[in-house]
């Protein structure tokens, strides 16, 4: 199923990168009004419009498109579903903003990372934004939609340009990737929260201050890109701070280790950890669980080395 009905006029879009379930986005309604939180890839454009034709709603409806941060799972469709909203606002945090109304650092970076043909087959094309039809949120910021409220809130740690948006209706809280990683494979009872990394601007203290002002809104639920709900976010969190420390402790280790053999020892611990982690809380097999977190694997271990690289530069 692509959409999910969340309850209070909410949905569950499932993106359809890389595999079923692996990131989502989400519409709201409320009195004929839309909002569209994260956008997914350029391909994933056709699974949103199609979960607003399902709700008798269009593209005309659209009041706001509000990615979390301009990582490309979560913004890399903003430029082109904008494109086909003529009524919408984009809502960014300010950090990000430059990147939407120009996306060419973000495509080149990624196309550096990825190569061409992986880039063009995962996210399509970043289509820039008029400046004009864009708003940088100041933290706690609030916006009308319909007959309810929503407001942003600066949540640095994951990357420094995150926000997330509280909607006071339904007191769900959209926290694109700093509630963590929740695949629903290790949700049979609890869901396994653990901490995303990618580079380039992790900080857990940041991170950690993030956590305090989300839970601090009281939400009932956190809705995760990678992957749904989670109710009770409360009684989960220290969970995430956990996985949290433990990229910590394993970036910590390398630094009085010769830098040479880092980037492999640095994925072989992150490895470790996920698996470890996702076999002990759902009972999976070790290779079903390193399938899962294949593409996780890789960029924690690159986030990590990032931050110490980053590190070593202030500290010289």
């Known amino acids: 199923m692509m959409a999910e009905a969340l309850g209070y006029n909410s949905y569950q879009i499932d993106t359809g990168l890389y595999r079923p379930r692996h990131a989502a986005c989400y519409l709201v309604e409320d009195n004929g009004e839309l909002a569209i939180i994260d956008t997914g890839t350029q391909h994933s454009l056709p699974r949103i419009k199609e979960a607003i034709a399902a709700i008798d709603a269009d593209l005309t409806q659209v009041r706001y498109v509000i990615p979390t941060h301009v990582h490309l799972d979560h913004a890399g469709g903003s430029g082109q579903l904008m494109r086909d909203c003529p009524g919408a606002t ?3 945090h300010p950090k990000g903003q430059a990147h939407m109304i120009d996306p060419g650092k973000l495509q080149a970076g990624a196309t550096a990372v990825y190569g061409e043909e992986a880039f063009r087959r995962d996210f399509g094309e970043l289509l820039p934004i008029p400046a004009d039809r864009t708003l940088a949120a100041a933290d706690r910021q ?3 939609l319909g ?3 929503l407001q942003f809130l600066h949540t640095p740690g994951h990357a420094n ?4 948006i509280f909607d ?6 959209y926290t694109g990737d700093t509630f ?7 949700r049979d009872t609890a869901p396994l929260l653990v901490a995303t990394t990618t580079p380039v601007a992790f900080d857990p203290d940041a991170w950690f201050a993030s956590l305090e002002h989300m839970l601090g809104m009281n939400p009932v639920a956190c809705c995760v890109t990678h992957f749904g709900k989670i109710d009770q ?13 433990a990229h910590v402790a394993i970036a910590l280790a390398e630094e009085a280790r010769d830098a040479a053999g880092r980037t492999t020892r640095l994925k072989t611990a992150v490895e470790r950890l996920l698996v470890d982690a996702g076999c002990t809380h759902s009972g999976l097999p070790a290779d079903e669980v390193r399938q899962i977190f294949a593409s996780d694997i890789e960029l924690n271990a690159q986030g990590l080395e ?3 690289a980053r590190r070593a530069k202030r500290a010289s």
Do not use: N
């Open 90 to 92: 984009l809502i960014v």
């Open 142 to 144: 609030t916006f009308e």
């Open 147 to 149: 007959g309810r409220t």
């Open 161 to 164: 340009h995150h926000g997330c």
């Open 168 to 173: 006071h209706r339904s007191a769900y809280l």
């Open 180 to 186: 963590g990683l929740a695949y629903t494979e290790f």
């Open 233 to 245: 976010p409360q009684a989960h969190v220290d969970m995430l701070r956990e996985s949290i420390r």
């Open 306 to 308: 990032v931050w110490l």
